[in-house]
C-alpha cells in the first residue's frame, strides 16, 4: 500500500540556517504530494504541494519538488527563523484512493535565535 | 471566518464513560474525516465521511463511531473509551474528497483516558 517516511526527527538549526527535511513515498499510479506545518498548539495547515511529476511547491520561502525518478518530496528552506519552529508532515493522497490522505510521521524543526 | 472547530479542546475521563467529541466546517465542505495523532506515528485516519449520511472507515476505526446527519456537522463518538484512547484528535474538512483539494484541521481535543 502507499505510505510516506520522513526523516526523524528533532532537528535544531541556528536562524539563517538551510534547512532539508527528507520525504520519500510509495505509491502507485500518479499521487498527489504535500508538506504540512502544524505549530504548537495548532491543528494542521497546508504549507505547500504539488500534483505531478516535475512540479514544485513553494509557500513562505520553502520549496519541494516532487521528483517521481527519486519518489522523493523533501521541503527545503534556505534562511529559516526562529518563527519556523514547527512540526512538519510529509503527506501523499494517492491516485486511485483520492478519499484518504497518508501522513509521516512528522519532523519537529526548533529553530534557535 | 471559514474555519472547522472542535469541543472540548481538553477532556479527561474514566475508562468506560461515554463521550462525544463535536467537530464543526462553515466552509460547506462535503468530505469530513477525523485522525488521531500519536508521537511517532503521525496522524492516522479514524473515519471520514464523503457527505451527509456517507461514512466509511478509515485506518483505525475500532472504539470509535461517527455520525454525519448534517453536513457541517461530524461527531466522533467513543461509546466506552479505554487508555489506548489517550490521543490527541483532529478532524479536519475538505471542499470534495479530491485529491488536490486542501484539507482544513481544527485546533485538536486531547483526550485523556484514565
Known amino acids: 500500500g502507499n505510505s510516506v517516511t520522513q526523516m526523524e526527527g528533532p532537528v535544531t538549526l541556528s536562524e539563517e540556517a538551510f534547512l532539508t527535511i527528507n520525504c520519500t513515498y510509495t505509491?502507485?499510479?500518479?499521487?498527489?504530494l504535500f508538506w504540512y506545518v502544524q505549530y504548537p498548539g495548532e491543528g494542521l495547515q497546508l504549507l505547500l504541494k504539488?500534483?505531478?511529476?516535475?512540479d514544485k511547491g513553494s509557500n513562505k520561502g520553502f520549496e519541494a519538488t516532487y521528483r517521481k525518478e527519486t519518489t522523493s518530496f523533501h521541503l527545503e528552506k534556505g534562511s529559516v527563523q526562529v518563527s519556523d519552529s514547527a512540526v512538519y508532515f510529509c503527506a501523499l493522497m494517492g491516485w486511485s484512493s483520492a478519499s484518504k490522505i497518508i501522513f509521516g510521521s512528522g519532523t519537529r524543526l526548533s529553530i534557535r535565535p | 471566518e471559514a474555519q472547522v472547530t472542535q469541543n472540548p479542546r481538553y477532556l479527561i475521563t474514566v475508562t468506560g464513560k461515554k463521550l462525544t467529541v463535536t467537530c464543526s466546517q462553515n466552509?460547506?465542505?462535503?468530505?469530513m474525516s477525523w485522525y488521531r495523532q500519536d508521537p511517532g506515528l503521525g496522524l492516522r485516519q479514524i473515519y471520514y465521511s464523503m457527505n451527509v449520511e456517507v461514512t466509511d472507515k478509515g485506518d483505525v476505526p475500532e472504539g470509535y463511531k461517527v455520525s454525519r446527519k448534517e453536513k457541517r456537522n461530524f461527531p466522533l463518538i467513543l461509546e466506552s473509551p479505554s487508555p489506548n484512547q489517550t490521543s490527541l484528535y483532529f478532524c479536519?474538512?475538505?471542499?470534495?474528497?479530491?485529491?488536490?483539494?486542501?484539507?482544513?484541521f481544527g485546533p485538536g481535543t486531547r483526550l485523556t483516558v484514565l
Open positions: 504539488a500534483t505531478k511529476a516535475d
Open positions: 479536519a474538512s475538505s471542499q470534495t474528497s479530491g485529491r488536490n483539494d486542501e484539507q482544513f
Open positions: 466552509m460547506n465542505h462535503e468530505y
Open positions: 505509491a502507485t499510479g500518479y499521487p498527489s
